[in-house]
């Protein structure tokens, strides 16, 4: 105890930042105390584009044969939160011959906190893109040999007549759309979208994944220091009153997809009209 | 429906559960746990001096190796790694060995779904066997939601592939505990899954995974005290 009031009594001679070195977890429960963040955000105030957070999501595409278990299925690299997004059979080529296979590749320019919320919505954005895009999926024919080949504009009719096989440059559906948060648990608090800084000291955090429809996609704790009360998840809602409490896990996510799905619609829209 | 489970078990029922001690000789502590057919064996090494270099020396550091029964080390086995050393960090108290850091091998032996709370169970036993200071045992229980909205707990392979959701959960177990702060009733670990790619699998509302957690949180009681039973005995030796 006499370390703790030691403390206290040397932050207010000593500067901000050299307290924040020093002592982070103090720094910041101070802050929690007073129901702020350290850059000013209140607690629970989404940061509608996360700040230093920039992650960079590219498609390819590649022809390749379909499993036997699922020869009218195509492929996507990363399956978890995102198989309930495309309906797989729209990846087929020919049924049992060819398929595409979807590589998504996520680049991260740069990092602070909540990687995998920025992971999942660049990804998604990235296949909204390729939604309204007009050079979607290239023409391909199939080959005598039964091999594929892309119908370029150069070889028009000169060689032997190909059938192409899907013949217009098709758009990818997307179902219902699966977005995350991820929140920090300390003690009594709830963080969320966590900075980098806030990541490393306070260990416990926990991941919902909602989709557009609001059900539940995946609620990820890989366990962590502290233990997560139902309370905190979710706070029982009271049927009366149309509005819930913000101080839950659950609510924090709806919120957080509302705007999310706001922002993706309003920059797909922007994107088109160029 | 899917009202037949396979040997005729119940939906709340559970698989019959073995837990032993001290199965290797040469390790720091070792216990095999087996949930009906899946099998894990755990060997715990430590504490040792030193951490890796990332690691808060503050603090004592736990390692966890996860070998698969069959096959190349791979991106599954680093998930379970990560989930498991994160579950073991909520139960060590890391506090008493600053600077140490302790590995914990788990191999996988036979697996016949529930792979995740039979290897907590057998990481915990071992840590036991090997004198770690716990803060309470975790208690891990997977749970399952059909098409039809039921829900059955301790799935075997089988019933893991074919349901529409699937949730692996661990609690503390029930502590007696001297301070009287109020019971400890959180939610150590939780996973969602969808399983096979190409389904849409997750569930309807929050309140069916919600359902989950308090029908597992029920059946906990019965398996801690059992777990307990099994390695109270071996230690009366």
């Keep these: ?274 | 429906m899917d009202l037949e489970r396979e040997g005729g078990r119940g939906a709340n029922q559970l698989r019959p559960i073995d837990c032993s001690r001290n199965v290797l000789s040469r390790a720091h502590g070792s216990a095999s746990c087996s949930h009906g057919e899946t099998r894990v064996l755990a060997a715990v090494y430590g504490p040792k001096a030193g951490t890796k270099k990332n690691e808060n020396p503050e603090k004592a550091c736990i390692e966890v190796i996860w070998k698969p029964k069959s096959g190349q080390i791979g991106k599954p086995e680093k998930e379970f790694e990560m989930i498991l050393k994160r579950t073991l960090q909520n139960i060590c108290l890391l506090n008493v060995h600053p600077n140490t850091t302790t590995s914990i091998i788990v191999q996988v032996v036979h697996d016949d779904g529930s792979l995740l709370p039979c290897a907590i169970h057998a990481a915990c036993a071992a840590l036991i066997d090997a004198g770690i200071p716990l803060k309470y045992l975790a208690v891990s229980i997977s749970c399952c939601l059909t098409e039809s909205g039921k829900i059955l707990l301790d799935p075997n392979k089988l019933e893991e592939q074919k349901t529409k959701a699937f949730v692996c959960l661990a609690f503390p177990s029930s502590v007696h505990s001297v301070l009287t702060e109020g019971s400890i009733n959180g939610i150590i670990t939780s996973l969602t899954h969808g399983v096979m790619a190409g389904l849409c699998l997750f569930f309807n509302t929050v309140d069916d995974y919600f359902q989950c957690v308090e029908q597992g949180r029920a059946a906990i009681t019965p398996l801690s005290n059992i777990l307990k039973k099994k390695l109270q005995s071996q230690s009366a030796e």
């Excluded at chain 1, 590219?58 to 699922?70: D, G, H, L």
């Excluded at chain 1, 797989?88 to 590749?105: I, S």
């Design chain 1, 1 to 274: 105890m006499a370390a703790t009031s030691g403390v206290h009594d040397l932050s207010s001679e000593m500067e901000v930042d050299a307290f924040r070195r020093l002592f982070p977890l103090r720094f910041h429960e101070r802050h929690l105390l007073e129901s702020i963040r350290p850059d000013g955000g209140l607690l629970e105030k989404l940061e509608t584009q996360p700040l230093c957070l920039t992650m960079l999501a590219a498609i390819k595409m590649e022809v390749m044969t379909p499993t036997v278990e699922a020869p009218e299925e195509g492929c996507i690299g990363l399956n978890k939160c995102l198989s309930g997004m495309i309906d797989l059979k729209e990846l087929c080529l020919v049924g049992g011959k060819a398929a595409w296979m979807v590589y998504l590749d996520i680049y991260c320019l740069d990092a602070d906190g909540a990687l995998f919320d920025a992971a999942l919505l660049s990804a998604v954005a990235a296949f909204s893109h390729c939604k309204f895009a007009t050079v979607q999926i290239p023409v391909v024919s199939l080959n005598d040999d039964g091999r594929i080949v892309l119908v370029s504009e150069d070889n028009g009719g000169a060689k032997k007549e190909k059938e192409p096989v899907n013949k217009d440059k098709r758009k990818l559906k997307l179902n219902s759309v699966p977005f995350s948060l991820t929140c920090i648990l300390h003690k009594d608090y709830i963080l969320a979208d966590p900075t980098s800084e806030e990541e490393s000291i306070m260990e416990t955090y926990l991941t919902v994944v909602l989709d557009s429809s609001f059900q539940l996609v995946s609620f990820n704790k890989p366990g962590g220091p502290g233990l997560a009360n139902t309370s905190a998840i979710q706070k029982p809602t009271d049927l009366v009153t149309a509005e819930l409490d913000s101080g839950d896990c659950v609510t924090l996510t709806r919120q957080r997809v509302k705007e999310l799905q706001k922002i993706l619609n309003e920059t797909i829209s922007d994107m088109e009209v160029d």
